[in-house]
C-alpha cells in the first residue's frame, strides 16, 4: 500500500501544481484531478532512492545524492518521453513541445528539463519524503481502495470518451 499511496498523493500533488503554477488550467488526460505521471515518477524515485541505499553509501553521501540525481533524470526523462509518444499516439494530442528549448532532443526529451526531474528526485527523497512518510502511512487501506477504483473508472472513462 505504501507505494499505492505514493503513486495517488502525488499523481494529485503535481495536478495541482500544474495546473495552478504551471499551465494555468486543467492539465492531463483524465477527467480526474490527478496525473498519473507524476504519481508514477515518484514510485520510479523511491525505487531507486531504495536501490541506491542498499549500497551503503552512508560516509560517501555526496556519492549517493549525485547518484540519485542521475539515476532518477534518466529514468524520468525515459517516462516523459514514453508518455509523450503515447498521449500523441492514443489521443492525437500534444501537452508539451521541448522544440523551443536550447538542448532538445525530439518534441519530449530536453536537458534543462531532465535537470529539473533529477534536482525535483533530490527534493523529493531528502525534503520531501521524511515529511509525507508521516502521512502516506497513516492512509487507510479503504480510502487506497476507494482511489484505485476512481482511478480504474477515470482510466475507462478517458479510454471510450476520448
Known sequence: ?????????????????????????????????????????????????????????????????????????????????????TIELLFHKTFWNYEKHKF???PYISLETANIWGIASILVLYVLKPITDKIVIRIPKMITYLFIILMFIDVSTTIFLK
Open 1 to 85: 500500500m505504501y507505494y499505492i499511496n505514493y503513486f495517488f498523493l502525488y499523481a494529485i500533488l503535481g495536478h495541482l501544481i500544474e495546473t495552478f503554477f504551471v499551465s494555468g488550467f486543467t492539465s492531463g488526460i483524465l477527467y480526474g484531478w490527478w496525473t498519473p505521471v507524476y504519481g508514477f515518477g515518484v514510485v520510479i524515485i523511491l525505487l531507486i532512492g531504495k536501490w541506491i541505499d542498499n549500497f551503503g553509501w552512508k560516509k560517501k553521501k555526496i556519492w549517493k545524492i549525485f547518484t540519485t540525481y542521475l539515476l532518477c533524470m534518466i529514468f524520468l526523462t525515459i517516462i516523459e518521453l514514453i508518455g509523450g509518444y
Open 104 to 106: 532538445h532532443i525530439g
